[in-house]
């Protein structure tokens, strides 16, 4: 496995990853109606292309020539960066591929002189407790207004100086 940057021709890529893992990843934590409204909002073409635009820097893992799973970074000032998303595809969860790619995403920050990494993860998202293990804390709680959604997460950190 191995994990690069991603760049504009990597963005049909990276939204049919997110079409693959979302419906699996969140079918217990938000609704089918929900899934779909943020795959359009977050992971159409135009949309991730816009978000590089923006300044997201996005990583993706491969195996053997096929992505596994994509993240994304943004810097919010000279000492905090903030994990925007990483998603792993089911078929490669318990295998290390999560750890390489937080880990090399975290390295990435501490290069560019991060002392902190936040991330949101939704309060009922098992990823959490791969966060925790990863050495994140849960900072503050919140609820996230988003169109007629709300969004329920935990606010966590991490110190990269360490």
Request: hydrophobic share 40%; glycine share 4%; aromatic share 12%.
């Amino acid at each position: 496995m191995e994990v690069r940057f991603a760049n504009f021709e990597d963005a049909s890529l990276i939204g049919n990853l997110a079409h693959e893992i979302w419906p699996v990843a969140y079918e217990d934590v938000i609704s089918a109606e929900q899934i779909s409204f943020m795959l359009e909002q977050s992971y159409s073409i135009s949309a991730i292309e816009s978000q590089m635009k923006e300044g997201h820097l996005f990583f993706i893992l491969e195996s053997d020539a096929i992505v596994q799973g994509f993240a994304s970074v943004t810097k919010e000032s000279q000492a905090v960066y903030k994990l925007q998303k990483l998603y792993i595809h089911q078929n490669s969860h318990q295998k290390g591929a999560g750890k390489l790619l937080i880990k090399s995403v975290e390295n990435y920050c501490r290069k560019q002189g991060a002392l902190e990494l936040l991330l949101n993860v939704n309060r009922n998202n098992k990823a959490k407790f791969f966060y925790k293990k990863m050495g994140y804390s849960i900072i503050e709680v919140v609820d996230i207004p988003y169109y007629k959604y709300v969004l329920n997460d935990y606010v966590m950190t991490k110190n990269l100086a360490r």
